[in-house]
Nanobody, 119 residues
Framework: QVQLVESGGGLVQAGGSLSLSCAVR????????MGWYRQAPGKQRELVAG???????NYADSVKGRFLIFRGSAETLVTLQMNSLQPEDTAVYYC?????????????WGKGTLVTVSS
């Protein structure tokens, strides 16, 4: 069984940066695409950044140029570096992984970490 655990969330002022990490426990050899989703209050969960096993990245338009997704090493599956944070980035951020190379069809999810950006 695969378990994903996010860390790195917190409170930051607008314009600041945060780095979210996703630790993985269990059989990771069959994981392919991974990514970060977020859900703001009253909104649907959305893909923030996706990464295929081949290294292809996809970002939500709202975070392009500000966020970077990259693979970790050892127990860190994937990291999301968030720069120039804005109040509209406030949300619960979820790490996710897929058995297929499709970051829109995730099989495993973390419980989420809260990111709050103050104005």
């Amino acid at each position: 069984q695969v378990q994903l655990v996010e860390s790195g969330g917190g409170l930051v002022q607008a314009g600041g940066s945060l780095s979210l990490s996703c630790a993985v426990r269990g059989a990771i050899f069959n994981l392919n695409a991974m990514g970060w989703y977020r859900q703001a209050p009253g909104k649907q969960r959305e893909l923030v950044a996706g990464l295929t096993s081949g290294g292809r990245r996809n970002y939500a338009d709202s975070v392009k140029g500000r966020f970077l997704i990259f693979r970790g090493s050892a127990e860190t599956l994937v990291t999301l570096q968030m720069n120039s944070l804005q109040p509209e980035d406030t949300a619960v951020y979820y790490c996710a992984a897929s058995l297929r190379d499709d970051y829109y069809n995730m099989n495993y999810w973390g419980k989420g970490t809260l990111v709050t950006v103050s104005s």
